[in-house]
């Protein structure tokens, strides 16, 4: 190695992004910080994290899960997480799921569902805003007589999709899956609305849209609610 590489090797520093200025700069990203007695401990969130952290434990003092984004496995982890905190903390109270949520994820999805379904609690589900694909699915998985919406939620049920490709015998193992994932779930909607199977495959072929009292015709939800008064459990409200 010339003398001119050696030189430049030894002045060589990692390089990282320092978020708040935009500039790069030498040091590299701290995560945690040794203390003054030895043990290392994480570095504390910023305040905005805190804030939706607190939020969330104060809804869970009210036994309040909140699915309120696209579900994935994050998410799905999250609430599965919270179900079992809260059947371990009271196992005959209701759990109340709140969902405005365009769906996302059906492997998810599911996880949620069968957590809803192991813990030995009611789950009461509430549908606010929107409560389509996946979203629809866990709105009327709630526990019978104890599904809810507001009155200009909008519910919307559809056929799962995804994308295929790889070669011929990809594609074939693939769509399989699709035709079994799609079969289960419409039998899942059929046993929990009260509808036939062929009606619900019927429906769901396209996206079909239902407003709040449709939805309630359907058998997606049991009643339609406009105050927290009218919700006949103490965790609805604090």
Known sequence: ?????????????????????????????????????GPESMSQPTGSFRLEDQLYQRLLRERIIVLGTQVNDEIANRICAELLLLAADDSERDIWLYINSPGGSVTAGM??????????????????????????????????????????ARIMMHQPSGGIGGTAADIA???????YVKKTLAERIAFHTGQDLAQIEADSDRDRWFTAEEAKDYGFIDNVVRSARQVPSEGAVS
Do not use: W
């Open 173 to 179: 193992i693939q769509a399989e899956q699709m035709l």
């Open 111 to 152: 996880a949620i569902y069968d957590m809803m379904e192991y813990v030995p609690n009611d789950v009461c589900t509430v549908a606010m805003g929107l409560a389509a694909s996946m979203g629809q699915f866990l709105l009327c998985a709630g526990a019978r007589g104890k599904r809810y919406a507001l009155p200009h």
């Open 1 to 37: 190695m010339s003398g001119r590489r050696r030189a430049l090797r030894s002045q060589a520093k990692p390089i990282d992004y320092d978020a708040s200025e935009g500039d790069a700069v030498t040091s590299p990203p701290t995560f945690y910080q040794p203390t003054a007695s």
